[in-house]
Nanobody, 124 residues
Framework: QVQLVESGGGLVQAGGSLRLSCAAS????????MGWFRQAPGKEREFVAT???????RDYADSVKGRFTISRDNANTAYLQMNSLKPEDTAVYYC??????????????????WGQGTQVTVSS
């Protein structure tokens, strides 16, 4: 069992930056691939970024490439650094954890554990 807690969301002007954190409980954090997703009002949850267990493999949605960076430390935290934020980035951001192998890690349904979400609002 893994519990995930996001933090770092808030209100920022367009062009600004935020850093989201996802703290995981338990002693098996290193065995989980981590992902970030977001959901705007009236829209489906969408993939943002994912990072492998070792941190050596990362993937991003086209909409955030070059602006967002996913990372993880050796303890129990995953991060999402968000730069050059746009109003269309406004959403609730969720982190998620998965331990199994899949060919496509952009699908929300494959992740086993989810955090409660943190609100990111970007004003124009």
């Amino acid at each position: 069992q893994v519990q995930l807690v996001e933090s770092g969301g808030g209100l920022v002007q367009a062009g600004g930056s935020l850093r989201l954190s996802c703290a995981a409980s338990g002693r098996t954090f290193s065995s989980y691939r981590m992902g970030w997703f977001r959901q705007a009002p009236g829209k489906e949850r969408e993939f943002v970024a994912t990072i492998s267990q070792s941190g050596g493999s990362r993937d991003y949605a086209d909409s955030v490439k070059g602006r967002f960076t996913i990372s993880r430390d050796n303890a129990n935290t995953a991060y999402l650094q968000m730069n050059s934020l746009k109003p269309e980035d406004t959403a609730v951001y969720y982190c998620a954890a998965n331990r199994k192998y899949y060919s496509d890690y952009s699908r929300p349904g494959i992740y086993e554990y989810w955090g409660q979400g943190t609100q990111v609002t970007v004003s124009s």
